[in-house]
């Protein structure tokens, strides 16, 4: 069976391979009845090239029927497709080619997607090469985790490495709590931000705890998360008094999270507190959100 470490000589001639609107409409419908009928599309270099082509047509149904089928054909359209993701031309076919290989969810793609997600320019690329790396699961954690200790890394990708996380974190949990305990601020803040998934599915105690002591970390970054994510996983009169506590946090984003995930809680209680906590406010954009979190939990109460 082939290996997606394999030479890639054989389909050098990827972007050359071209299909016209009634070739492509005709492989399609072949390719249909044969997955209905249950039968495996041919894996052969010339017909794993037409479908890669496929990828690439202005029919959105054309582009699936194409993606499904080289899904069918599994481990074995890996080569092609890894390829196609890191050297296609026409970023339809790469966009498309990320989006199959999430189909096939092998591990052995992890090194592809990872370049792609580094190096590709184009914002859907990036998104369907972290929702691959998603779907492969645990294995791809420490990629995932490795991309935030880059100092490049932009706010888009860190954006996106936090989604897979919170959709791997399930499977992974104990991995999260490693990476909770990073010495990279980077790293914290997205394992804090994938832990909540956890609380919120399976009331992970361990993972509650960590979230809880991540309200006084060194980093304010990561204590604006642990604030926010426990204004939106847990009961208010469990988490009222430590939340209390923050509202006069020494970072100016700290207490406004803290401010709104009381709102969010709709801990009614914790009025006066953030009334206290206004009188010697010296920054006018906390004075704001604490307005309008006492007016709003003053008028539900």
Same mark, same amino acid.
């Given at each position: 069976m082939p290996t997606v470490l394999q030479d890639f000589s054989n389909v050098s001639s990827l972007s050359d391979s071209q299909l016209t609107e009634e070739e492509a409409l005709q492989l399609a419908n072949e390719l249909s009845f044969k997955l209905s009928d249950g039968e495996k599309p041919g894996s052969d270099a010339a017909s794993l090239k037409k479908m890669v082509a496929g990828l690439?047509?202005?029919?959105?149904?054309?582009?699936?029927?194409?993606?499904?089928?080289?899904?069918?054909?599994?481990?074995?359209?890996?080569?092609?497709?890894?390829?196609?993701?890191?050297?296609?031309q026409n970023v339809v076919i790469r966009r498309a080619s990320a989006k199959t290989l999430n189909l096939i969810g092998s591990k052995e793609a992890l090194p592809y997607l990872?370049?792609?997600? #580094? *190096?590709?320019?184009?914002? =859907?690329?990036?998104?369907?090469? /972290?929702?691959?790396?998603?779907?492969?699961?645990p294995d791809a954690m420490d990629s995932l985790l490795g991309i935030l200790k880059n100092p490049d890394c932009t706010p888009f990708q860190v954006g996106l490495i936090n989604l897979a996380l919170s959709f791997i974190g399930a499977n992974a949990p104990e991995a999260l709590l490693e990476a909770a305990e990073s010495d990279v601020t980077e790293v914290r803040v997205a394992a804090i931000s994938a832990l909540g998934d956890q609380i919120q599915k399976s009331d992970d105690h361990r993972a509650k705890n960590r979230v809880f002591r991540a309200l006084d970390d060194c980093s304010p970054d990561v204590r604006a998360e642990a604030v926010t994510l426990i204004g939106k996983s847990c009961d208010a009169e469990d988490v009222e008094h430590?939340?209390?506590?923050?509202?006069?946090?020494?970072?100016?984003?700290?207490?406004?999270?803290?401010?709104?995930?009381?709102?969010? #809680? *709709?801990?009614?209680?914790? =009025?006066?507190?953030?009334?206290? /906590?206004?009188?010697?406010?010296?920054?006018?954009?906390?004075?704001?959100?604490f307005d309008v979190a006492i007016n709003i939990l003053s008028r539900n109460l």
């Open positions: 690439g047509d202005a029919r959105g149904a054309l582009r699936l029927t194409f993606a499904k089928s080289l899904g069918a054909v599994g481990d074995e359209a890996l080569p092609i497709l890894c390829e196609a993701l890191r050297q296609h990872l370049e792609a997600f #580094l *190096e590709d320019s184009d914002p =859907v690329v990036l998104g369907s090469s /972290a929702g691959a790396m998603a779907t492969i699961g430590m939340l209390t506590r923050k509202l006069i946090d020494k970072d100016t984003q700290v207490r406004k999270n803290t401010a709104m995930a009381l709102m969010k #809680l *709709e801990a009614f209680n914790s =009025v006066e507190s953030i009334e206290k /906590a206004k009188s010697t406010e010296d920054d006018e954009s906390v004075q704001a959100v």
